[in-house]
T-cell receptor, first 113, second 113 residues
Framework: DQQVKQNSPSLSVQEGRISILNCDYTNSMFDYFLWYKKYPAEGPTFLISISSIKDKNEDGRFTVFLNKSAKHLSLHIVPSQPGDSAVYFCAASRGGGYQKVTFGIGTKLQVIP | EAQVTQNPRYLITVTGKKLTVTCSQNMNHEYMSWYRQDPGLGLRQIYYSMNVEVTDKGDVPEGYKVSRKEKRNFPLILESPSPNQTSLYFC????????????FGSGTRLTVV
């Protein structure tokens, strides 16, 4: 049972345009949602997170939106740059000291110069 | 430089031969975790630790052991490796736990023949 789903295995975007990566979850107990970026031959890097009490969190070019009623979150990258080309993982946890983290399978983003 | 160091980076071993993958962090983080990454399955949590001598199972703990005798080290032990444990393994640490985001090591690619 996949509790965190990233249904798009890949996405191509022109440099300078917006990249939108989507993530759906099924477990209503999740309280925290995180995005990680992963380059080949490296470990994932934490990008941005959002708690369930918010619907938006912004950090520079990266914004995460959370729609709790739809159990959906998205990561927006504006403007997209070639260096953003990587695999993006959505992750979720319950918070409150609960340390299990569930990851999606990832979306490969390609930003075309 | 703040980092999580895993060793070895690559390992080929035979079925049944006990092995240990070491993990060390220099950030004084309390939380540490092990993940495996497999094609089509994303990152799955094996074990996590909330402090010295405090460990718990993630989603795929079967066939693995961990120990946390010191804050900085969190080795992953495979007592009797099998081919289905061939995978890319990541160690990670966090100051505040799952909801704060993890810092990942560069990974260990393990092949069991």
């Amino acid at each position: 049972d996949q509790q965190v789903k990233q249904n798009s295995p890949s996405l191509s975007v022109q440099e300078g345009r917006i990249s939108i990566l989507n993530c759906d979850y099924t477990n209503s107990m999740f309280d925290y949602f995180l995005w990680y970026k992963k380059y080949p031959a490296e470990g994932p890097t934490f990008l941005i997170s959002i708690s369930s009490i918010k619907d938006k969190n912004e950090d520079g070019r990266f914004t995460v939106f959370l729609n709790k009623s739809a159990k959906h979150l998205s990561l927006h990258i504006v403007p997209s740059q070639p260096g953003d080309s990587a695999v993006y993982f959505c992750a979720a946890s319950r918070g409150g000291g609960y340390q299990k983290v569930t990851f999606g399978i990832g979306t490969k983003l390609q930003v075309i110069p | 430089e703040a980092q999580v160091t895993q060793n070895p980076r690559y390992l080929i071993t035979v079925t049944g031969k006990k092995l240990t993958v070491t993990c060390s962090q220099n950030m004084n983080h309390e939380y540490m975790s092990w993940y495996r990454q497999d094609p089509g399955l994303g990152l799955r949590q094996i074990y996590y630790s909330m402090n010295v001598e405090v460990t718990d199972k993630g989603d795929v703990p079967e066939g693995y052991k961990v120990s946390r005798k010191e804050k900085r080290n969190f080795p992953l032990i495979l007592e009797s490796p099998s081919p289905n444990q061939t995978s890319l393994y990541f160690c990670a640490s966090s100051l505040g736990g799952a909801s704060y985001g993890y810092t990942f090591g560069s990974g260990t690619r393990l092949t069991v023949v």
